[in-house]
């Protein structure tokens, strides 16, 4: 496992960690330059899947640490991403059904970290995040998960509906948080399950939301009509502890 997040600069060194197998979360490219070695870099992003942002010099010069960025800098994970099979196996491997959190879209990373935490703590196996648009395992997210990312996998994945297919052949059903739904407390949360969570402030997107087969909300009494998206996470995975403690 790594610890820090690396900033990678300069057209030859993206390429060989791309070539060396390294996880790259943002790349960005300087507009308009397509010339030479640089073609190599977007084919090679491209191949990977790696979302790239074209931005001007003076971008660059700001984001630099070298002074020597050639047009392109990449950030790599501070640590490796698992896949969404090794967090099944890991449910099989304790003999439990399995408990994926899968989140849509959310961008801040000290939230991400507090998930991976509650995670972890309540028993998942597992958390799932979108390649796009999305915080991902920066040395951010890994102070914030107090060394809950040493023990709980992280996959990435192109598209999250797809993935709940995916994942709904396999036995799960799943549950989205959304203040519009069905109070947490007069649904059945037991089973394989996996517990959707969406954006700080947009929520479950509706794609995702139609995937799910149950809408689940947190009862509030207070003068604000919202939770954190960590602490939602943090209400709800305990409600699935519970309910599963009492079967």
Not at 91 to 99: N, R, S, T, Y
Request: glycine share 8%; with cysteine.
């Amino acid at each position: 496992m790594r610890y820090q997040e690396f900033v990678i600069e300069g057209r030859n060194a993206v390429i060989e960690a791309y070539r060396a197998g390294k996880t790259i979360d943002k790349l960005f490219v300087l507009e308009h330059c397509k010339e030479g070695s640089m073609n190599t870099v977007i084919r090679e992003a491209k191949k990977h899947d790696t979302i790239i942002n074209y931005v001007k010099k003076e971008r660059l010069d700001q984001m630099s640490e070298t002074g020597k960025h050639q047009g392109v800098i990449a950030y790599a994970a501070a640590y490796d991403y698992a896949s969404v099979d090794d967090i099944l196996e890991k449910a099989e491997q304790k003999g439990e059904v399995p408990f994926v959190i899968i989140l849509d879209d959310i961008e801040d990373p000290h939230n991400l970290g507090a998930i991976i935490r509650t995670a972890n703590l309540a028993g998942a196996h597992g958390v799932i995040i979108p390649k796009h648009r999305a915080a991902g395992l920066t040395a951010t997210v890994v102070k914030a998960s107090a060394g809950a990312i040493n023990y709980t996998p992280v996959a990435k994945v192109t598209n999250i509906s797809k993935t709940i297919d995916e994942l709904k052949d396999k036995g799960l059903w799943f549950v989205c948080a959304d203040m519009g739904g069905t109070t947490m407390y007069d649904l059945d949360l037991r089973g394989p399950i996996g517990l959707v969570i969406g954006n700080e402030g947009k929520g479950v997107s509706r794609l995702v939301k139609e995937k799910c087969d149950f809408v689940a909300s947190v009862p509030m009494f207070g003068d604000i009509d919202s939770l954190n998206a960590s602490v939602a996470t943090g209400v709800l995975a305990y409600e699935i502890v519970r309910q599963r403690l009492q079967k």
